[in-house]
């Protein structure tokens, strides 16, 4: 019975191998930053005009409010200071404008980033080198049947993790795409829901960093033998999200604002603690 549960277990792993291929390895990273070149492939085209449509959008929308502060701060009077500088004004106003219009640019510095680093990370600690996932076939067809078992949990936790993936890209392809329209924050003194937004963001892309470094971590740990260990870092890849919202708390929204969240939060780390 055993040995027909692991050659199906066997066979289950085969398809998944020729599924996904070389991109369970190498294409993880892409796929979470560069989400619209993997749609393309799906025959998902259009992107391009998306993005143009949004920023063409979030601009006429930052010079609209533009106008609209400055008529009421200088002519009606009733919004502000009217004895203010309106250097102040515009210069909101050109750095709204900058940050929409430079975006994708910097955008595309930060995703060769966060590539090249996750690459020399992996490679700081030996974790890059090429798997041969047809050897592995071949070793767990005459492995014992708790080592083919242990690695069907691992690689069940790696599709969550791969899912996980797709989720992250198309939510990053989304804060891309909405970025112009939060710029809009930016005529605001206290940045509006701009800085959220970019928080947001930023989290986004680390989380993808940490899972890359503990999905590769993971596959090194099963394919040398570690197995227990290979699982608990591949499983706490898929548990990131969650572990590093416990310290990116969120500034904007005002001090009262943060006072309950940060309490909040505590008082979940709190229970977390004494379960």
Same mark, same amino acid.
């Given at each position: 019975?055993?040995?027909?549960?692991?050659?199906?277990?066997?066979?289950?792993?085969?398809?998944?191998?020729?599924?996904? *291929?070389?991109?369970?390895?190498?294409?993880?990273?892409?796929?979470?930053?560069?989400?619209?070149?993997?749609?393309?492939?799906?025959?998902?085209?259009?992107?391009?005009?998306?993005?143009?449509?949004?920023?063409?959008?979030?601009?006429?929308?930052?010079?609209?409010?533009?106008?609209?502060?400055?008529?009421?701060?200088?002519?009606?009077?009733?919004?502000?200071?009217?004895?203010?500088?309106?250097?102040?004004?515009?210069?909101?106003?050109?750095?709204?404008?900058?940050?929409?219009?430079?975006?994708?640019?910097?955008?595309?510095?930060?995703?060769?980033?966060?590539?090249?680093? @996750?690459?020399?990370?992996?490679?700081?600690?030996?974790?890059?080198?090429?798997?041969?996932?047809?050897?592995?076939? @071949?070793?767990? @067809?005459?492995?014992?049947?708790?080592?083919?078992?242990?690695?069907?949990?691992?690689?069940?936790?790696?599709?969550?993790?791969?899912?996980?993936?797709?989720?992250?890209?198309?939510?990053?392809?989304?804060?891309?795409?909405?970025?112009?329209?939060?710029?809009?924050?930016?005529?605001?003194?206290?940045?509006?829901?701009?800085?959220?937004?970019?928080?947001?963001?930023?989290?986004?892309?680390?989380?993808?960093?940490?899972?890359?470094?503990? /999905?590769?971590? *993971?596959?090194?740990?099963?394919?040398?033998?570690?197995?227990?260990?290979?699982?608990?870092?591949?499983?706490?890849?898929?548990?990131?999200?969650?572990?590093?919202?416990?310290?990116?708390?969120?500034?904007? *929204?005002? *001090?009262?604002?943060?006072?309950?969240?940060?309490? /909040?939060?505590?008082?979940?780390?709190?229970?977390?603690?004494?379960?």
């Amino acid at each position: 019975m055993s040995k027909l549960i692991t050659l199906l277990i066997i066979d289950f792993l085969e398809g998944l191998f020729d599924f996904l *291929g070389n991109e369970m390895l190498t294409g993880i990273v892409p796929l979470a930053l560069h989400a619209e070149e993997h749609m393309k492939n799906l025959g998902i085209d259009g992107f391009s005009t998306l993005f143009r449509i949004f920023l063409d959008f979030g601009i006429s929308l930052i010079i609209l409010k533009f106008l609209k502060k400055g008529f009421e701060i200088y002519v009606l009077w009733s919004d502000g200071d009217a004895d203010s500088d309106p250097v102040q004004l515009l210069t909101n106003f050109f750095r709204a404008m900058a940050i929409a219009l430079t975006f994708p640019v910097l955008y595309s510095w930060l995703a060769k980033i966060i590539e090249d680093f @996750s690459n020399k990370a992996l490679n700081a600690i030996g974790l890059n080198a090429n798997t041969s996932f047809p050897a592995l076939i @071949s070793t767990l @067809s005459t492995a014992s049947f708790f080592s083919v078992l242990a690695f069907l949990v691992f690689f069940i936790i790696f599709i969550l993790l791969y899912i996980q993936f797709i989720r992250k890209g198309l939510e990053i392809l989304i804060l891309r795409i909405g970025l112009p329209l939060a710029c809009v924050g930016l005529m605001d003194a206290d940045k509006g829901v701009f800085r959220t937004y970019i928080q947001k963001f930023f989290q986004s892309t680390l989380t993808v960093l940490v899972q890359v470094v503990l /999905a590769k971590l *993971g596959l090194s740990l099963m394919f040398s033998g570690h197995l227990f260990w290979g699982i608990a870092a591949e499983y706490f890849a898929v548990k990131t999200p969650s572990f590093l919202q416990e310290f990116l708390i969120f500034s904007g *929204g005002g *001090g009262m604002v943060n006072n309950i969240y940060s309490s /909040a939060r505590l008082v979940q780390m709190f229970k977390n603690v004494v379960k």
